[in-house]
């Protein structure tokens, strides 16, 4: 009798719902007449009320009605006053009013009150087949945008975890007291809008060593995000335990392997240093090189080229030892800084970034950081489609007099 | 990007023209995997013409190179300019992936 049996196996996303209010009762069967192909289909579904406030109830009731044809004149409440009520829904509501051919003054209230049409009584069908036809192609540009506006805010959202994640795990940069031996690690990093993967982190071990990670996750979103920190997580849990870097790596790599079904992976460079005797243990998994500064120069570590972490559990990781000289620094970077593009698509790269650290001749990490952040940002303009990380270490030689030094300015002083 | 499949003999090869990265990746990825599916073991990837590769087109290629390998197939890879051999030596891929510098030397190792 309500025709919802013709429209129940409709597609939900497709189907209209049309309200038709009026005091006339025979305007049900009319409306069910001219439009049962439509109805057949699952296009549309009409449902009917007598005045405004039985109107309003059914809205509230359905809550998936999408047009409201309504007279204009009846009686408990009338045309105009529904159409201001369903102004202030949530629910957007496409409204066409019928009215008298001559009662342009009710027509035009009704157009301000928001009616997206109009159609004059006694009712053409003809013109209110275009008329509703119309007004349903809107409906549909309406649902568009929402789900369009939808999937923006889940993207957002993503994005808003993804980046929580990356922050939550960097390390805390509080300033301690700087002494004129020891070591001394600033890092920094600048995370690209769709958040790249890059992460950073640096732990006591035990009285002598530090240990200090860069790292770069292939892929974006929350995905990379979890990637990253378990990356972290577990280089510092078998750091912290003081195993050497090539053992931790391997270590690592095992764990990211056999939990990794989505062949993402992550470059990787682990290093511990020795506060007391500058002695470096490092390991690199398919990392960009990390530059030694010394007297104005600044050269790649030589090391062994390994596997990215996350492809093969058992690959065979070699670490490589360095031994550091006081007032030398390490610099360590993602590929945001050497592969930052500028306008014409050129690459900052390495050499760029060797020329500037021979250039400012500093072994501050802070001021390395500044430098090099600097002229990223400067030779790619505004901008930036990567994280962009730089670590930066110092080494000041082994214990020294002990007397009290300059605060690190926003490094952390081991 | 531009992306040609050619049948040799000692396998199938698919060569990339341009820049892998996130943008193209998705595209390369869907059809080298259509490849394997329907029956492509031995692929040789001619990246001579390849000008850059990003982690997202890394990973592209590590797909087909897991995808391979769990069907007991072979991977290939033709690489000579600079940025992209650096790259993949830089993350260890020409550990695990045979890297020729000319097409005719990969046509004419032995797979598997």
Redesign the interface.
């Known amino acids: 009798m309500t025709g919802t049996s013709a429209t129940a196996a409709a597609p939900a996303t497709g189907r209209v719902k049309v309200l038709v209010v009026d005091d006339e009762p025979d305007l049900s069967l009319l409306f069910r007449q001219r439009f049962r192909r439509q109805i057949g289909a699952g296009e549309m579904e009409f449902v009917f009320a007598a005045n405004g406030l039985e109107a309003l109830r059914t809205v509230e009731h359905d809550g998936d009605v999408d047009i409201v044809v309504t007279d204009i004149n009846m009686p408990v409440m009338d045309g105009l006053t529904l159409l201001g009520e369903l102004k202030s829904r949530p629910r957007l509501h496409r409204a066409v009013v019928m009215s008298a051919y001559d009662d342009l003054a009710n027509i035009r209230a009704a157009m301000n009150r928001g009616a997206f049409d109009f159609i004059t009584k006694p009712i053409d069908f003809q013109d209110l087949e275009t008329t509703l036809g119309r007004t349903m192609e809107q409906v549909r540009g309406d649902r568009r945008a929402s789900e369009a506006r939808r999937q923006l805010q889940t993207l957002q959202h993503e994005l808003d975890i993804a980046r929580t994640i990356q922050r939550s795990i960097l390390p805390d940069s509080l300033p301690r007291p700087a002494r004129p031996d020891g070591v001394e690690i600033a890092g920094r990093m600048l995370p690209a809008a769709a958040i790249g993967g890059d992460f950073y982190d640096h732990f006591t071990i035990d009285a002598d060593r530090i240990g200090f990670v860069i790292g770069d996750v292939s892929g974006k979103g929350v995905a990379a995000a979890l990637f990253m920190a378990m990356t972290r997580t577990l280089v510092r849990a078998s750091g912290q335990a003081g195993a050497s870097a090539q053992s931790c790596v391997a270590a690592a790599n095992r764990m990211l392997t056999s939990d990794n079904a989505t062949t993402m992976f992550v470059s990787a460079f682990y290093g511990i240093m020795n506060r007391r005797t500058g002695e470096l243990d490092f390991c690199n998994a398919g990392h960009t090189p990390v530059l030694v500064v010394r007297d104005g120069v600044a050269t790649p570590l030589p090391t062994e080229t390994n596997l990215v972490l996350g492809i093969e559990a058992d690959y065979p990781y070699i670490g490589g030892r360095h031994q550091c000289r006081p007032g030398e620094a390490l610099v360590l970077s993602t590929d945001g800084v050497t592969e930052a593009e500028n306008v014409a698509g050129e690459f900052y790269g390495l050499p760029r970034l060797r020329g500037l650290l021979a250039r400012i001749d500093t072994v501050d990490p802070s001021r390395i950081l500044d430098a090099v952040l600097a002229d990223v940002r400067s030779f790619t303009g505004a901008g930036q489609t990567d994280d962009i990380t730089v670590l930066a270490l110092e080494w000041r030689g082994g214990e020294g007099p002990g007397a009290d030094g300059p605060t690190a300015l926003d490094g952390t002083a081991y | 990007m531009d992306m040609t499949v050619k049948q040799e003999a000692s396998g199938t090869v698919v060569s990339l023209a341009g820049r892998l990265d996130v943008v193209s990746c998705e595209d390369v990825g869907r059809r080298v995997e259509e490849l394997i599916d329907t029956g492509t073991r031995h692929l040789v990837l001619d990246a001579s013409d390849m000008t850059y590769v990003?982690?997202?087109g890394?990973?592209t290629i590590?797909?087909a190179y897991?995808s391979l390998k769990s069907r007991q197939g072979s991977l290939r890879i033709v690489a000579t300019n600079e940025?992209v051999l650096q790259v993949m030596?830089?993350?260890?891929?020409?550990?695990?992936v045979a890297v020729f510098p000319t097409l005719a030397e990969a046509l004419a190792s032995p797979v598997g």
């Open positions: 990003s982690s997202a890394l990973k590590l797909h897991k940025f030596r830089t993350t260890g891929f020409t550990g695990i």
